[in-house]
T-cell receptor
Framework: RKEVEQDPGPFNVPEGATVAFNCTYS??????FFWYRQDCRKEPKLLMS???SGNEDGRFTAQLNRASQYISLLIRDSKLSDSATYLC?????????????FGTGTLLAVQP | NAGVTQTPKFQVLKTGQSMTLQCAQD?????MYWYRQDPGMGLRLIYY???????DKGEVPNGYNVSRLNKREFSLRLESAAPSQTSVYFC?????????????FGPGTRLLVL
C-alpha cells in the first residue's frame, strides 16, 4: 500500500464547477499535511497547509480527518488557471527536518 | 531573490557516465533536499541535508551521492549513470522552525540516460 494515495484523475470539469479531491495516508504518526500544485513541466509549489479544524483560502478549502487518515481539497468556481496536478503531501518527519511523502497527484483539467 | 536554482536544466548521458547536478538557494534555509519524479511514482526523496555539514539517505539513495558544500549549495552526483536514473530531479529547501513548513522547489533538471 502506498503511504499517500490519490485518485490520479483526470478530472475534467467546466469552468465554474466545484470539484473535490481526496487523499488517504497510511502513517498515523504523520505530523502535518499539505496540498501542493504542480503545473505541467514545472516544479511543485505549496497551495495550502491542511489543519484539523479545516482551512479556507479563497476558493480553496482543505479538510483533515485524522481518525480516518483522510485529506480533502475542495475547489469552488473553477477557473481555467486551476488546471494543474494537485499533490497531496504528508510530513512524516519531525525535529530537525521535515520528510515529505508525496502522492502521485490528481490531474485537473478545467474546460471553457 | 532567485529562490532555488538548479543547473543544468537538461542533460543527456550515456550509461556509465558521471555527472553532478547543482543546486543553490538564497533564502538562508537550513534544510535542503533532492527528489526524483517519475511518471506514476510521485516525488521520491533521494537524500536530504538537515543542516550544513549533515546529509542523510532518503527513500531511493542507491546510485547517488550528495555534498552539502555550504549552507547555500547542495549537489547530487551520479557516479555511473544507468537508464533507470532517467527522471526529473528537483532540489528543494526549507526553513525548519519557520511559521510554515514549506519546501521551496527549484525548476528541475531533466535527465535522460541512454
Amino acid at each position: 500500500r502506498k503511504e499517500v494515495e490519490q485518485d490520479p484523475g483526470p478530472f475534467n470539469v467546466p469552468e465554474g464547477a466545484t470539484v473535490a479531491f481526496n487523499c488517504t495516508y497510511s502513517n498515523s504518526a504523520s505530523q502535518s499535511f499539505f496540498w501542493y500544485r504542480q503545473d505541467c513541466r514545472k516544479e511543485p509549489k505549496l497551495l495550502m497547509s491542511v489543519y484539523s479544524s479545516g482551512n479556507e483560502d479563497g476558493r480553496f478549502t482543505a479538510q483533515l480527518n485524522r481518525a480516518s487518515q483522510y485529506i480533502s481539497l475542495l475547489i469552488r468556481d473553477s477557473k481555467l488557471s486551476d488546471s494543474a496536478t494537485y499533490l497531496c503531501v504528508v510530513n512524516v518527519g519531525g525535529g530537525a527536518t521535515n520528510k515529505l511523502i508525496f502522492g502521485t497527484g490528481t490531474l485537473l483539467a478545467v474546460q471553457p | 531573490n532567485a529562490g532555488v536554482t538548479q543547473t543544468p536544466k537538461f542533460q543527456v548521458l550515456k550509461t556509465g557516465q558521471s555527472m553532478t547536478l547543482q543546486c543553490a538557494q538564497d533564502m538562508n534555509h537550513n534544510s535542503m533536499y533532492w527528489y526524483r519524479q517519475d511518471p506514476g511514482m510521485g516525488l521520491r526523496l533521494i537524500y536530504y541535508s538537515a543542516s550544513e555539514g549533515t546529509t542523510d539517505k532518503g527513500e531511493v539513495p542507491n546510485g547517488y551521492n550528495v555534498s552539502r558544500l555550504n549552507k547555500r549549495e547542495f549537489s547530487l552526483r551520479l557516479e555511473s549513470a544507468a537508464p533507470s536514473q532517467t527522471s526529473v530531479y528537483f532540489c528543494a529547501s526549507s526553513d525548519i522552525g519557520g511559521p510554515v513548513e514549506t519546501q521551496y522547489f527549484g525548476p528541475g533538471t531533466r535527465l535522460l540516460v541512454l
